[in-house]
């Protein structure tokens, strides 16, 4: 589930003081109301909450949604002075570098667009504040702030004036899960479900035909019962759809909750009308089971959301590892297998997993993923290190502070700064056949009304309350959440991990695919690597090992291989490396003992080569100011590539763009069948404009990079897949990650991802057919009430069961050849 919201502007809408109601929460006003501002308000808090909006400029609050503020008559001040203790901040914050605070709030009293908008609006009202985004679903809010102006006490209680009191416990320390659904909801059920069985209890002499009962005093007794029980379900079971639907005709529009909200009025009022005449008994037991069973759809929908948000938080494992230290060794680790106290190896542009202790090496990390300051920062050894920081420097030893949280690394992905902004095509259709839907509902419901009052009262109620229940459009928003979400679940089991639906639907559109070449066709594990140039000795060859050891670049791993394979569990980190730096597309640079040594491309060595003999195409060495020679890297491509190539043709044309030199552009160019549609020489900077203009030209773009020198391109393309080896880089650019060992496997990946979409499809399909037949038998009035109640959330059922069965059968059927 997506973490913010777009809003629709409202300019010009204005709230009126009715002066009957509080101008900030809509309350019934008190007998002695507050004024303020030509305004009225219920209490104290309302009137201050006003006047900080009013100050900062912030009042289209009110024009967003007319009913947005929250009461806060009779709320006692919250205290937060428990904020200070650092211990306490310690246990909450995600991140905090003395300067930075990163924190996420759970905010339960989030109900509207008017709330995302004003506490996504909150740098207005607080200096300090840096950023904040809502997650509605969850009732979150991420929030980053400057310490130098603000405090986590100072927010929560600014937070707590506007009524939106931050929910911190013990629980909140500790982590613990929040529930699924709320104690009132629970009640609304139970309340429901009460009254709905006793009112069914007190009617059996009607279902039973017993004339004799029926025409005693009994059943007028039975028939104020009936109204009794059936009171609380309307005022409170019910009072959620009655406030939305109020809410949405107050801003002239008809959401979902109007036709229910009628159907609920017209059944209660009609049924109070028959018992007090005596005219009939009424439709109470309909009443109570319409609430009932659509609060029980609304229950099984929540649980479902709430599914789905914990396995994309918590269950998704995407293919990086760390290097844990064994003895005088390192091995790759799966994150969610270390704990507390590991001790790890990161190295330059890889992640940190989590808050950890330096304890070797030079650490300069880059803090941008987190903060948005792209400066990196030097830490001494000793010093604590955070989730989400990229060294930027040669390797580091760091010691675990905590476990390795999922759900940070994917709130990292997700954030806004790495989201492509467009709409996907099965939202467009949901959104285009929701703002049709409920007047065309309502239109069909008063036409079934007017037809069947001159003939039949009874069957007129039956028939127009039933067409507002049964004709549902929930079945078909649950189309894209249930049948994607399943098939993101599905490709991460075969290590082909996605960052949401919408990357589903990216891929569906593609019509050009650029890939790189390095670390992305061509396998680096299978390489081969030859030195030309003056012999290097064993010293030399250590030196240019330590090197390259620091770097992630494919280049530098085969480099780094072919000189450690005579003394393979040697770590290069032995080796004091000093002054690393890492130029992208350029090459790497260190000072080990009193040696200054590059490596990288010819344009990147101080000097050029003297010697005629080693001047050629490589990846050259200099050690101080010789240029000893030069390595030639020969790549071999990963397994059946030709085939996956030969696949992505299909979808249309395909280039490359690699940073090497063209050597090897003969025994490509039949592989791309236009020896035009290969570039070289190519630098990040190129990459990304080559892109660019593809897209100007109206093409969907997929590029296939290797995540280090192509983030830029990954995150300008349409939709961007990352190949990773079994290293720790992690780029949140892209849109996708894909385990290089399952290279070959692409093809199935992609057309399983596209097919899907016609899963959605079919879905929508099958919501329409239910709504056709739900509303055939409506209309005729042989339809009661409560089986079109009942029907409505088996609806929402049906979709979510049509979308993980369907999603699993052609998991089954493309996945599994």
């Known amino acids: 589930m997506t973490a913010s919201t777009t809003l629709k502007s409202n300019a010009g809408k204005v709230r009126v003081d009715n002066h009957t109601q509080c101008y900030h929460c809509s309350e019934p006003l008190p007998t002695a109301p507050i004024p303020f501002d030509e305004k009225s308000f219920c209490c104290e808090g309302c009137r201050t909450v006003y006047e900080i909006l009013n100050t900062n400029g912030l009042c289209q609050y009110y024009a967003i949604d007319e009913t947005a503020g929250i009461s806060l008559r009779g709320k006692r001040r919250e205290e937060y002075a428990f904020l200070d203790d650092p211990e306490v901040l310690k246990r909450l914050v995600q991140f905090s570098d003395g300067k930075t605070t990163r924190i996420t709030l759970f905010l339960p009293q989030i109900h509207c667009a008017s709330c995302i908008w004003l506490l996504e609006n909150l740098y207005k009202l607080s200096d300090g504040v840096q950023s904040s985004q ?19 006490r100072k927010i929560a209680e600014l937070l707590a004036s506007l009524g939106y009191a931050p929910a911190i416990n013990l629980g909140s320390l500790d982590e613990a899960a929040r529930p699924v659904i709320n104690r009132s909801f629970a009640y609304k059920i139970g309340v429901a479900g009460f009254a709905f069985g006793n009112i069914m209890l007190l009617s059996f002499p009607e279902y039973l035909g017993l004339d004799h009962l029926t025409e005693s005093g009994f059943s007028k007794y039975f028939g104020l019962l009936n109204i009794l029980l059936s009171l609380p379900v309307i005022f409170f079971s019910a009072q959620d759809y009655f406030r939305s639907a109020y809410q949405s005709l107050r801003r ?6 109007v036709p229910l909200a009628l159907g609920a009025a017209v059944l209660f009022l009609r049924s109070v009308y028959e018992i007090l005449s005596h005219t009939g008994a009424g439709y109470m037991d309909s ?16 649980r479902t959301y709430h599914h789905i948000s914990f396995e994309r938080d918590y269950k998704s494992y995407f293919p990086i590892s760390a290097r844990k230290k064994v003895g005088q060794t390192e091995q790759s680790v799966a994150l969610d297998k270390l704990d507390a106290g590991d001790i790890i190896f ?9 808050d950890a202790v330096i304890l070797r090496g030079e650490a300069k990390i880059d803090y941008s993923f987190v903060t948005g300051e792209a400066e990196p920062v030097n830490v001494p050894s000793g010093e604590r290190v955070f989730a989400g920081g990229r060294q930027m420097g040669g390797v580091i030893e760091l010691s675990l502070s905590k476990k390795v949280s999922q759900s940070y690394l994917t709130q990292l992905w997700n954030e806004d700064a790495f989201n492509k902004k467009q709409e996907s095509q099965a939202s467009v259709l949901a959104n285009k056949v929701s703002r049709y839907f409920t007047t065309a509902i309502l239109l069909i419901g008063f036409m079934t009304l007017f037809y069947w009052l001159p003939r039949n009262t009874s069957i007129a109620i039956n028939a127009f309350t039933a067409v507002l229940i049964v004709a549902c459009p929930c079945a078909g928003a649950l189309a894209v959440p249930f049948t994607l979400g399943n098939a993101l679940r599905i490709l991460g089991r075969f290590h082909f991990f996605l960052k949401n639906t919408n990357a589903i639907e990216a891929l569906y559109r593609v019509n050009t695919v650029v890939v790189d070449k390095t670390g992305t066709i061509t396998a680096g594990q299978k390489s081969a690597v030859q030195f030309v140039g003056s012999p290097l000795s064993p010293t030399e060859k250590q030196l240019i090992a330590a090197l390259s050891g620091q770097s992630n670049h494919p280049a530098s791993k085969l480099i780094n291989r072919e000189l450690s394979k005579d003394n393979p569990e040697e770590i290069a980190i032995d080796y004091d490396v000093t002054e690393f730096s890492e130029t992208i597309g350029k090459g790497v640079e260190a000072t080990i003992g009193n040696r200054k040594i590059k490596l990288g491309s010819r344009s990147f060595m101080d000097v050029l080569p003297l010697d005629p003999a080693i001047d050629g195409e490589g990846v050259y060495v200099q050690i101080n100011d010789e240029v000893k020679g030069y390595f030639v890297l020969e790549h071999f491509l990963r397994p059946q590539a030709v085939e996956t190539l030969q696949y992505l043709q299909s979808l249309g044309e395909v280039y490359l763009l690699s940073g090497d030199n063209d050597r090897e552009a003969e025994l490509l160019a039949p592989i791309f069948k236009d020896r035009a549609n290969l570039h070289f020489r190519q630098s990040p900077k190129d990459k990304l404009q080559f892109i660019q203009e593809l897209q100007n030209q109206g093409k969907k773009v997929l590029m296939l990079g290797d995540g280090l020198n192509d983030a830029g391109a990954l995150r300008q393309a349409d939709a961007g897949i990352a190949i990773t080896e079994d290293t720790a880089n992690f780029t949140p650019a892209s849109d996708a990650i894909l385990s290089a060992e399952r290279f070959h496997r692409l093809p199935a990946y992609m057309e399983y991802a596209r097919r899907s979409i016609h899963l959605v499809f079919g879905a929508y399909s099958l919501a329409l057919l239910y709504n056709i037949v739900g509303l055939s038998f409506a209309v005729q009035g042989t339809l009661s009430p409560v089986v079109a109640a009942i029907l409505m959330p088996l609806s929402s059922i049906t979709i979510v069961i049509f979308g993980t069965i369907s999603s699993n059968w052609l998991a089954a059927k493309v996945l599994k050849k």
Do not use: M
Request: charged share 20%.
């Open 134 to 152: 809502v997650n509605f679903l969850k009732r979150e809010l991420h929030l980053v702030f400057s310490e130098e102006y603000t405090s986590l």
């Open 252 to 257: 002239g529009q008809l959401n979902i909750d």
């Open 287 to 302: 009443l109570a089971g319409l609430i009932f069973f659509l609060l029980i759809g609304k229950w099984f929908q929540q």
């Open 346 to 354: 990161v190295r330059n542009g890889e992640l940190i997993p989590a």
